[in-house]
């Protein structure tokens, strides 16, 4: 169990690098850290969720530019999927690389992945059973590469001979669950645990599924971090604010996360058959920081230790100075 630079009671930032260049997400992540908030966790993936006015960065190189042009505050990915185009121990080299020059600010997430991040390279996609065995082994293998030398490790899906990095790390692993097989992988391995679901699935489901985890493996479930990601967008106009929550419809879709579609340009596609509604109802669409602190005081209330937002917003820059002026301040003050 690593100590966590995620701090417990706060809120931190997402940078989607699918929605604006490297440059403009790391002005987003400089104004996050002066506005206050504890964190920034950065998608990683290769192809994005939609394909109209879309990027997509390289995750690891963003994030290292990103702590070298802030001065304390920790970040990470959300997440990493060590399933097929990345072997573990490649991972440990890059995130240990991280820490090794700008200190104790770097988390790592990790995650079954979905095909659009897979397949584009050429490979064939695999279920979510084998998926979720992947997260495990890789678990296991960058936290031994990270804190013991000359490794071996004979796995199902992994293999290590001999592997030795030269450098030792201490960045926490939190690991994605959206169910209570996953979950329970959490509650076994993971330093914090990270879903997408909703607060009351969560508490009813997931949390029971880690403490089932952690007691099996002979952890103290308090130990590990719960963190929640809520995606949303801001603007005083609400019909502008659902705009740009158009690109993230697909998602919505469970068979994006179980069936080989990868091309951009197909999701998007297919996230037309989204209504409005339905968008609204799985977002947080809001006009005024009352509609932000609402839904993160329910994370708190139903047993989150951290939550972090993920902004869609028109203006991008409003939303995280609004949020620096009257959403931190409120939860800050609570603490």
Known sequence: MQQSVIKRNSVSYSCNLDIADPITMLEYGQLAEEAGFTAIWASDHFQPWFHTGAKESQAWIWLTALLSRTKKIPVGTGVTAPILRYHPGIIAQAFATMEAIYGPRVFLTLGAGEALNELPLGYSWIGLKERRERVAESAIIIRKLISEDFVNFEGKHFNLKNAN???????????????????????????????????????????????????????????????????????TDLDRALIPLRTQAGPLLPKMFTDPIFDPREIEREGKQVTDEELTKAYVLGSSPEDFIKPIEAAFEAGFDHVYLASLSPNEKSFIRMCGEKVLPYFSGKN
């Not at 450098?167 to 992988?185: Q, T, W």
Request: aromatic share 10%; proline share 6%.
């Open 165 to 235: 990095m030269y450098m030792r790390a201490s960045f926490p692993i939190f690991i994605g669950a959206s169910g209570p097989k996953m979950a329970e992988v959490v509650g076994e391995l993971g330093d914090g645990f990270l879903t997408i679901k909703g607060a009351d699935y969560a508490k009813s489901e997931l949390f029971p599924a880690v403490e089932r985890g952690a007691k099996k493996a002979g952890r103290n479930p308090d130990d590990i971090i719960k963190a929640i990601e809520i995606d949303l967008s801001y603007d």
